[in-house]
């Protein structure tokens, strides 16, 4: 993947950037603006498709979604969008076929329609590509998290997808590029916003507790031993294999 736009915005980080393409003064007209800017993008070697930020899809009456990913995490979250109005749960996807079965299980139990079961380990890609989806919503291990949401966005799908989204920085700006270039929506899901001790701690930074906030970075303990080194836990122990290989922040939110 071209790195170009990621090697302008960090030179433009560093200031030298910003005056050698000769970006846009607060006091220049708005052709002026134009010109700087087209300047700017030939710079920078790949212009951006479409900025995402503040775009809104057209409205959807109802939302048809498909799951991929029904281990740790995917039974709750079809559980949850089923509370849901205006949400209809069309397709069950995971790698091992009783678990796509057991999430349609809870659908049958609560009188809602069948969904179409997907298996394998290709069967997300059948499941993107044969399916009328609005939404694929993704809560599989986590080096399968771009691979899988870019594929949804090249053939129109929004996409919901658990944390990390992505494991690498050339995988973020593949994610970037991508929502740009289908305009789809692709969301990076939060598992903990609004529980006792996030408000807590936004209450009291907001009341000056902390005094003047420069930086904050935030985490929990997790104690997840029991799972990692449990044959029964984690499908192939994926998450211990990932602890093993990676350094740094391994569940960024």
Not at 121 to 140: F, H, P, R, S
């Amino acid at each position: 993947m071209s790195s170009d736009r990621r090697k302008f915005l960090r030179n433009l980080a560093f200031g030298s950037g910003a005056l050698a393409v000769g970006i846009p003064s607060f006091g220049a007209t708005d052709a002026e603006k134009d010109e700087a800017l087209q300047r700017t993008y030939e710079w920078a070697g790949q212009g951006q498709r479409f900025n995402m930020s503040g775009y809104a899809a057209p409205k959807i009456d109802k939302v048809r979604i498909g799951f991929i990913g029904l281990g740790m995490r995917g039974p709750g979250a079809v559980e949850r969008m089923s509370y849901i109005e205006g949400v209809e749960i069309k397709a069950l996807c995971d790698k091992y076929p009783d678990r796509a079965t057991k999430a349609q299980d809870f659908l049958t139990k609560k009188g809602l329609p069948k969904a179409k079961e997907y298996s394998g380990e290709d069967g997300w890609k059948a499941m993107i590509q044969n399916e009328d989806l609005d939404l694929v919503y993704i809560c599989t291990p986590w080096h399968l998290h771009t691979p899988m949401s870019v594929y949804a966005m090249q053939h129109g799908k929004h996409v919901a997808c658990e944390v990390p989204i992505a494991v690498t920085m050339d995988e973020c700006w593949q994610l970037v590029e991508t929502s740009e270039k289908t305009r789809k929506h692709c969301m990076m899901l939060e598992n903990c916003c609004y529980d006792f001790f996030e408000m807590l701690t936004l209450n009291m930074a907001r009341n000056s507790m902390f005094g003047e906030l420069v930086h904050a970075e935030g985490a929990y303990i997790h104690d997840l031993r029991d799972l990692n080194f449990s044959k029964t836990g984690y499908a192939d122990m994926w998450r211990l294999k990932q602890n093993m290989t990676r350094n740094g922040s391994l569940y960024p939110t």
